[in-house]
């Protein structure tokens, strides 16, 4: 893993990356602590790194953007899972902000981090926290800050707990109720999340590669909107509906995967989805006039 893999929204001398090179004794985990300075704020741009799980401890009037979701706070826990971008403005002076970073990688051979509900599509992953509780939060990313850097051999089965530790804590409480949106500032919200989990499945560079979403049903689930507000929200800012979105794109990818690999239809259908290769031909030839297979003989007529 590469170290620009992780987060940019931090100033240059508060950097802590990940290790640059992942070996049997090196995990994917990492804690930050962000300082206050009354003269610069530090929001978060869209947080979207591949693989990344994030926890976020936030204090000071911020307001936080998801999806077409918009939510004033003064102290939260924040969980993000990797197929939702979201992002935070400081609307105050004082601020103060705790996270750690961490692939499913972390849990592997331990738990399925996904199974958790603070981690699952459909659910809005903040929770308001009182003086108390933020205090307890609070020393938990402490503790991981001061454990971090330590050497010896059962370290990361410890953050591995306090990580558990939040998510339990998260648990016992109430999420926030988001206020949602049907201006065009949230349509475009929404259709720009909408875009960004659509192109992250590109490019198809390996037949062992599948797409993860390929139905309106699975976007609105990650988006935790109702399928017909995603169409609503696509249609008024894109002039397209949701299918036709994601049928134009997989209809791009998949010329090019005819025209530049040697993998059989076969290869090609299941990476875009398809579960059986008949319905893949039927979809490429009622966009392109052509079967796969005559396109890949004659491209650029395509």
């Known amino acids: 893993m590469n170290k620009n893999d992780l987060n940019e929204d931090l100033k240059p001398d508060e950097r802590v990356w990940m290790p640059g090179e992942i070996g049997k004794d090196v995990q ?41 979701k918009t939510v ?30 961490f692939t499913d990688m972390f849990f592997d051979q331990f738990i399925n981090i996904k ?10 992953p903040l929770f308001h926290l009182n003086a108390k509780q933020f205090t307890a939060v609070e020393r938990i990313f402490k503790q991981m800050l001061s454990e971090i850097p330590l050497e010896f051999s059962y370290k990361y089965d410890s953050l591995r707990t306090m990580v558990l ?30 875009m960004e989990l659509l192109e992250r499945q590109f490019p198809i560079e390996s037949n062992m590669q599948r797409l993860g979403f390929r139905y309106p ?5 990650q988006l935790s909107i109702h399928v017909n507000h995603l169409n609503h929200a696509l249609k008024s800012i894109t002039g397209k509906t949701t299918s036709q979105l994601i049928s134009e794109r997989i209809m791009q990818e998949a010329r090019s995967l005819l025209q530049h690999t040697d993998w059989n239809i076969s290869e090609i259908a299941w990476s875009l ?18 079967t796969p297979k005559h396109y890949r003989k004659v491209p650029a007529i395509g």
């Open 72 to 101: 004033d706070l003064d102290c939260a826990l924040l969980f993000s899972n990797p197929n939702i971008p979201y992002a935070w403005e400081h609307l105050g002076t004082e601020q103060t902000a705790y996270f750690c970073v």
């Open 165 to 194: 530790q939040l998510i339990f804590m998260a648990l016992k409480l109430e999420p926030a109720i988001c206020q949602q949106y049907n201006d065009s500032n949230g349509s475009q919200r929404i259709s720009s999340i909408f």
């Open 28 to 68: 994917h985990f990492n804690v930050f602590r962000l300082k206050h300075d009354r003269d610069e704020k530090f929001d978060c741009q869209p947080f979207h790194r591949r693989q990344m799980y994030r926890i976020s401890l936030l204090k000071g009037k911020t307001r936080l953007y998801y999806a077409d």
């Open 115 to 124: 199974e958790y509900p603070v981690f699952k599509p459909g659910n809005i």
């Open 217 to 221: 049903s699975e976007f609105a689930n």
């Open 273 to 290: 989805g398809f579960d059986d290769t008949p319905h893949f031909i039927k979809f490429f030839k009622r966009g392109q006039q052509l």
